[in-house]
């Protein structure tokens, strides 16, 4: 009912800058939050930034200064910009969206499919 669509990521130096965006579709009533994932080979999947309906925002205490989570509500699309790249960026990135699909619906949990960021000289 509701799909999540990526675009952006590949290959930046150190210090380079990326977006990557995530548009909803599908059968969508009203979204709770949008949010940005990460996770590398190997290691546990961790969350990156939040953006509430509210507008609130929150970042993990690595990418705070470097990272902006933004949306376009029009669009159902969520935005990360990047910059101040570091190897240790270097994962799949994954959106994620809190949604009701209609008004008689609970909130249910989607994902997208992941894009890959890599940050190497």
């Known amino acids: 009912q509701v799909q999540l669509v990526e675009s952006g990521g590949g290959l930046v130096q150190p210090g380079g800058s990326l977006s990557v965006s995530c548009a909803a579709s599908g059968s969508i009533f009203s979204i709770a939050a949008m949010a940005w994932y990460r996770q590398a080979p190997g290691k546990e999947r961790e969350s990156v930034a939040i953006i509430r309906n509210s507008g609130s925002t929150d970042y993990a205490d690595s990418v705070k200064g470097r990272f902006t989570i933004s949306r376009d509500n029009a669009k159902n699309t969520v935005y990360l910009q990047m910059n101040s790249l570091k190897p240790e960026d270097t994962a799949v990135y994954y959106c994620?969206?809190?949604?009701?699909?209609?008004?008689?619906?609970?909130?249910?949990?989607?994902w997208g499919q992941g894009t890959q960021v890599t940050v190497s000289s």
């Open positions: 994620k969206c809190d949604a009701r699909a209609n008004s008689w619906s609970g909130y249910s949990q989607y």
